[in-house]
């Protein structure tokens, strides 16, 4: 092999350790127009062996083969298991980007575990994406570039499954048992019926609006 | 993975189990998979049965429940009856099979994201499965400072100084003039002997002091339950004819 | 290439980043004795390419081809959290801002440290934003367009208020034991709140962090 760029893109890569935008990578070599198909070629030459050439999201990185993760276990550093209620949060936070805390709650039929959301974004995976323009306007969780990374996903179009989620309709925010929530509350409502309204004292601290 | 047997019913981790649920529509899939059909064609009367009861048996065993399982007891109570009566007129906003409907897709929709989420684990995780390596011996390196703090390290300390300045640094506690439920039985016994036809409940508790709607709730509360309590143990009768209607109460001659 | 034992020593060769004993090697292969053609197969392999197989002593190593050393400089980023004072400060000046330096101080009931508001402003995370109209005409103090950016965010209005962060797990008061070192770290931090920067000495587990 005589091409001096892919052995430039190869060193690099090697010695960086971590992804590399593509666009960096495109200033370290001559022929920069023909990046895509230099980083296209190494990905091929190295597809069988014991290290790969990842590409997630427009990164591009060396990593140790997947079919190899039983005789790597000496590398493992992951210390923690995520707790199954994170992990279907950021199941669905992954497929119904960006989404509202209380879709989530709706979507699992509980309140959300405490540190699950906070949990997450400690990891890095997911971050708060703007707010939802409804009463109250929530926030909207979204996932990360990480999470991305992380997961071995070209991109969020990537996940799998996702077609078969949402031709069954599973991926629509629907309300599915507002109506079991809705029975609650009129059910509060008819016990407070006499005259005893409630103090409207909601608890709302907004620090933000305050300033 | 959950695995809710018979055996294990019986067995005394039982009043470990229901932790292992997260919250009642994972408890509900969990039984409706012990049904061993497609989701779609689970019966969900049977469903409601199998529920009602592992909540019952949960009960005699660990008193508490949190109270979103019970709102879903009388929920499936409610939704049962209703499919048990005739096709007729809609009684509510839902008619039961919309119900029914809204119900089994909210079981299949979290069933797909627990198996989502368990597909999504499995994939090649870095330092798990997969790792970076390399070395950059050999080339010049140059580096640079980046500051890794994240949107996380902000916010949470943030509220560390939230929670530093709403540390209460004195407690006081002020007396209260709520209407305990001591009082309120003392009152009632008090009163036994003028209650000996069937009398509203609201009639027998102490004129409302109108001014403070906290200490009025704190009187019918504990009216409320102090009643509960001396009929338990015999001294009076209640009743109440439906649900959310008038509650009578009436002194048993009979009670101790 | 078929080869699974190739497909380990050079995963293994990759991800320990050092050079490595051959003896060690072969601890990690099914065909034991066949080590040293197998190490000089890869060799042969990569003789061209921008990584190379080489051998010192009795120990292996990947390292980048030497005739590319004279040309190519990487960079390489030096991760580094912000200190205690200085994330306070900065969120503080993030929630409530404009704000003066005394009105931090209150906020924090702790002086200053010297530097803390330019250090910030080095990074590019906040910038002097006018003056107040009280005696003395204190500078005012914001964030800036980088720090929304570095903390991605689509705009400041993105950041939670106290009861979203209260919802998502931050305001939670975890185990007794967190609590009691919290407050271990508090008094630390009154100690050394000049103390401007610290290492990577982040609890967040390696899971996390080595990406």
Redesign the interface.
């Known amino acids: ?2 091409n001096k760029d ?14 590399l935008d593509e666009n960096d990578l495109k200033e ?1 070599i001559k022929e920069k127009n023909n990046i895509s198909k230099l980083l296209q070629e190494i990905k091929v030459f190295y597809k ?4 790969n050439l990842i590409k997630t999201g427009n990164k591009w ?9 039983d ?2 276990t000496i ?6 298991k ?1 707790s ?2 994170a ?2 949060t ?3 936070i ?2 119904q980007q960006p989404i509202t ?1 209380s879709e989530i709650e709706n ?13 997450l ?4 995976w997911i ?5 939802k323009s409804i009463p109250g306007k ?2 909207l969780w979204s996932t ?1 570039d ?1 999470f991305v ?5 070209n991109s969020l179009s990537d ?3 996702k077609d078969e ?1 949402k031709a ?3 991926l629509d925010k ?1 309300a ?2 507002a ?2 929530s809705d ?2 509350k009129n059910d509060e409502n ?2 407070s ?2 005259n ?2 409630q ?1 409207d004292e909601n ?7 305050n ?1 | 993975m959950l695995n809710v047997s018979d055996t294990e019913i019986k067995e005394g981790q039982f009043n470990l189990l229901l932790g292992n649920f997260e919250g009642p529509i994972d408890l509900l899939l969990v039984l409706a998979r012990s049904q061993k059909v497609d989701l779609s064609d689970i019966s969900i009367s049977e469903l409601a049965d199998q529920y009602i009861n592992f909540i019952n048996q949960y009960r005699n065993i660990h008193i508490e429940i949190a109270a979103d399982y019970l709102v879903m007891a009388a929920w499936l109570t409610y939704l049962k009856s209703r499919l048990l009566l005739p096709k007729e007129e809609k009684i509510d906003e839902y008619t039961a099979d919309e119900l029914e409907e809204a119900l089994k897709y909210q079981l299949q929709r979290l069933e797909a994201f627990q198996n989502i989420s368990k597909i999504i684990y499995s994939r090649p995780l870095v330092n798990r499965d997969v790792f970076y390596g390399g070395s950059s011996e050999g080339l010049k390196v140059k580096y640079n400072i980046n500051y890794t703090s994240n949107l996380y390290d902000l916010l949470k300390s943030y509220s560390q100084i939230l929670k530093s300045n709403e540390q209460v640094k004195q407690l006081t506690i002020e007396y209260s003039e709520l209407y305990s439920v001591d009082q309120a039985v003392k009152r009632l016994k008090g009163i036994f002997g003028n209650i000996t036809e069937w009398t509203n409940f609201l009639n027998v508790i102490p004129n409302l002091i109108k001014a403070n709607k906290t200490i009025n709730k704190s009187i019918i509360s504990s009216n409320f339950v102090a009643s509960l309590e001396l009929s338990k143990n015999g001294f009076i009768d209640l009743k109440q004819d439906e649900s959310f209607g008038n509650i009578y109460i009436k002194f048993n001659q009979y009670g101790q």
Chains 1, 3 share one sequence.
């Open positions: 092999m005589d892919i052995k430039i893109l190869e060193a690099i890569l090697f010695a960086s350790g971590e992804p370290k069988n062996r014991g290290i990185s060396f990593r140790t083969a997947e079919d190899l993760s005789e790597l590398f493992k550093t992951q210390k923690r995520l199954r209620a992990l279907e950021l199941s669905i992954a497929y805390r979507i699992r039929g509980v309140q959300m575990g405490r540190g699950s959301l906070d949990h974004m400690e990891i890095g971050r708060p994406s703007g707010r929530p926030t990360t990480l990374e992380h997961f071995g996903l996940l799998p499954n989620l069954s309709g599973f629907r599915a048992i109506t079991i029975l609650a008819l016990q019926n006499d005893l309204e103090d608890n709302i601290d907004d620090f933000i609006q300033t």
